[in-house]
């Protein structure tokens, strides 16, 4: 079992930038590909970026490419998300999340756990 907690959400402006955390409990954190989703009000949940076990292969949608990177320390079983240039589309509320299977299962749009999500508003 995982348990995800994110923190680090909040309101910014325009082009601000946020750095999201993502601490998970257990002592097998290595062994897990990582990822976030963000759903924005009456949208689906989306993929957002992943990470695979090592940290090495990062993925993301290509909406935050070049704006959006996903990171990992293992030794502090956490994973973040920094956010630059954001825009009023960023808004929503983003979740981390776990696998034990490839990080494609993320991208794919599936995980084994969730975090409860911390929620991001980017005013213009």
């Known amino acids: 079992q995982v348990q995800l907690v994110e923190s680090g959400g909040g309101l910014v402006q325009v082009g601000g930038s946020l750095r999201l955390s993502c601490a998970a409990s257990?002592?097998?954190?290595?062994?897990?590909?990582m990822g976030w989703f963000r759903q924005a009000p009456g949208k689906e949940r989306e993929f957002v970026a992943a990470?695979?076990?090592?940290?090495?292969?990062?993925y993301y949608t290509d909406s935050v490419k070049g704006r959006f990177t996903i990171s990992r320390d293992n030794t502090k079983n956490t994973v973040y998300l920094r956010m630059t240039s954001l825009k009023p589309e960023d808004t929503a509320v983003y979740y981390c999340?776990?696998?034990?299977?490839?990080?494609?299962?993320?991208?794919?749009?599936?995980?084994?756990?969730w975090g409860q999500g911390t929620q991001v508003t980017v005013s213009s």
């Open positions: 990470v695979n076990w090592s940290g090495q292969y990062s």
């Open positions: 999340a776990a696998t034990v299977r490839p990080a494609s299962t993320l991208v794919a749009g599936n995980a084994d756990y």
């Open positions: 257990g002592r097998t954190f290595g062994g897990y590909a």
